[in-house]
Nanobody, 116 residues
């Protein structure tokens, strides 16, 4: 089992920045990839960014150039640095960890609200 806990959400003005964290514990050695998803009210959950165990990253077009995904050397914490935030970035952000066996683990989410 893997437990993932998100933190760092909050209220920020347009153009501002936030850094989300996802702390992973348990059987983390089996994690192949970790991802950030988000879900806005009335919309489907969507992939924001992902990072593999080898450090490769990918981003949704909507956040490219503004968001940066990273992970600490111990691979226990994943981050999402979000810059130049826009009102359309408002959503609950979820951390997702995927084992090599493709089993997935989800956090409970952290709210990000971008509003003036």
């Amino acid at each position: 089992q893997v437990q993932v806990v998100e933190s760092g959400g909050g209220l920020v003005q347009p153009g501002g920045s936030l850094r989300l964290s996802c702390a992973a514990s348990g059987s983390i050695l089996y994690i192949n990839v970790m991802r950030w998803y988000r879900q806005a009210p009335g919309k489907q959950r969507e992939l924001v960014a992902g990072i593999t165990s080898g450090g490769s990253t990918n981003y949704a077009d909507a956040v490219k150039g503004r968001f940066t995904i990273s992970r600490d050397n111990a691979k226990t914490t994943m981050y999402l640095q979000m810059n130049n935030l826009k009102p359309e970035d408002t959503a609950v952000y979820y951390c997702n960890a995927v084992w090599y066996s493709r089993r997935e683990f989800w956090g409970t989410g952290t709210q990000v609200t971008v509003s003036s």
